[in-house]
């Protein structure tokens, strides 16, 4: 149970471009055909929590990817596309009333996504566990995976493992005391 962030970013810590483009992401050579472990993580999740603009780019591929719910968080977006009515979610609010809203709809755990989505929920201590894929890529600039924190969050280190002779991913557990 808990708030979980898979998500991979480049050696720089960018999860997208300036403009927030993501195509980088499928320029690594995946010679295995790896989900990377995505399988593995996702059957343990209830549901996705994302951001308007992490929606807009999903939507954007060639089919929807995901069949747990998903809740977008948006104050400007009134409505669900009708070819998504029952899956998506629309809901808006500070992250403790989102997470509070959706564990009493019987959704606990808890797939975070997106770059201010995954900022706004650790400013509030909110992710339990991450999954960090680190790409040998420098981007330069561009959409930051971490912002700023009003105190440290110690995380414990669980496990790293790589693929393709590139990619790093790094599993992360939150310790509280």
Avoid at 69 to 80: A, N, T
Avoid at 146 to 172: C, M, R, W
């Amino acid at each position: 149970m808990g708030n979980h962030v898979y998500i991979a970013c480049s050696l720089d810590g960018y999860i997208a471009t300036v403009d927030g483009d993501i195509d980088w992401l499928f320029d690594q050579p995946n010679p295995t055909e790896s989900d990377y472990g995505y399988a593995d993580f996702i059957k343990n999740i209830d549901a996705l929590v994302m951001g308007s603009n992490s929606f807009d780019k999903v939507r954007g591929f060639d089919s929807w990817p995901y069949q747990e719910k998903v809740f977008v968080l948006s104050s400007s977006l009134k409505e669900v596309p009708e070819d998504l009515i029952g899956h998506v979610e629309i809901l808006s609010g500070s992250p403790d009333d989102i997470v509070a809203t959706i564990n009493a709809a019987g959704y606990h755990n808890l797939y975070i996504d997106g770059g201010l989505t995954i900022q706004r929920f650790l400013q509030r201590d909110l992710i339990d566990e991450m999954i960090i894929t680190r790409l040998p890529v420098l981007l330069g600039d561009g959409i930051p995976l971490f912002g700023g924190h009003a105190q440290p969050l110690n995380f414990e280190h669980i496990e790293t493992k790589v693929h393709d002779d590139a990619l790093v991913s790094s599993h992360y557990r939150r310790q509280r005391k």
